[in-house]
């Protein structure tokens, strides 16, 4: 995941969100690993500095009715949007005074226990196949009042389960123990389990990855979202690079 990360603006691609733009002048943005609990739990200043950015633009609202539960999910594959979800759940439980519950709802290829650097034994897809409170498939983080639900114990049809009453009741429970719910999905482009999760939350803010994602593509995401009633929050923009200085960057 790169140092440079932004909400894109309205003009880039129809979302009513304001930009955040990294600071300071750099010619490229080298990537920063977040492969394992030292990288989250140790976060370069200038990443720090940009999730903050996007939380209080997300989450922190001054006057209006900020969303409480949101999806990060990428376009297309290979689109970095765990990773970058782990560390806005951890920069929101250090920023807010209330708790946060972090949800791999990307089925497909889970990722985010590795990259906490913990050990799950149960996870969403066991909180829907069994009895029990919610707070039984939860695992600590390490980071006060910020707690995760892995995807859990791997199964075949997974859009079944994540469209059914159950889903929907676990979700429910999630508001309700929790201030903020932040949850990931697969890409977009590939699979409907994104749409599903959507529907459940507040919005969903698309993750593009610079140089990779398409215009055309994040723009069709888009509107099959809205077409849907899905409330599009934003997009962010990941490892943008500059190959100039970005203070002549931000002239041209």
């Known amino acids: 995941m790169s140092k440079n990360y932004e909400l894109l603006q309205q003009a880039e691609f129809g979302l009513a969100v304001t930009p955040i733009v990294a600071t300071g002048e750099r010619t490229t943005s080298p990537a920063v690993a977040t492969s394992t609990a030292e990288d989250l739990s140790g976060l370069d200043p200038a990443v720090r500095e940009e999730a903050q950015k996007l939380v209080q633009r997300l989450f922190i609202v001054p006057g209006k009715t900020a969303p409480k539960a949101v999806l990060f999910a990428g376009v297309d594959a290979g689109d970095d949007c765990g990773l970058l979800s782990a560390v806005i759940a951890k920069v929101l439980a250090k920023s807010v005074p209330g708790t946060v519950c972090l949800v791999e709802g990307n089925l497909r290829s889970p990722l985010l226990p590795g990259a906490l650097g913990v050990n799950c034994d149960r996870g969403l897809m066991d909180s829907l196949r069994q009895n029990g409170s919610i707070k039984e498939y939860l695992t600590r983080t390490g980071v006060d009042r910020f707690w995760l639900l892995s995807a859990g114990s791997p199964v075949q049809d997974t859009v079944t389960l994540l469209n059914s009453d159950r889903m929907r009741e676990r979700v ?16 977009l482009n590939n699979f409907a389990d994104g749409v599903v999760l959507g529907r459940l939350l507040d919005g969903v803010v698309l993750v593009v990855e610079a140089n990779s994602t398409r215009r055309e593509s994040a723009l069709r995401v ?17 490892n943008r690079t500059f190959p100039i200085p970005e203070a002549l960057y931000k002239r041209l």
């Open 222 to 238: 888009t509107e099959s979202l809205r077409a849907t009633k899905i409330s599009v929050l934003g997009a962010v923009l990941n």
């Open 172 to 187: 429910s429970e999630l508001r309700q123990e929790f201030d903020y719910v932040v949850m990931t999905a697969p890409p």
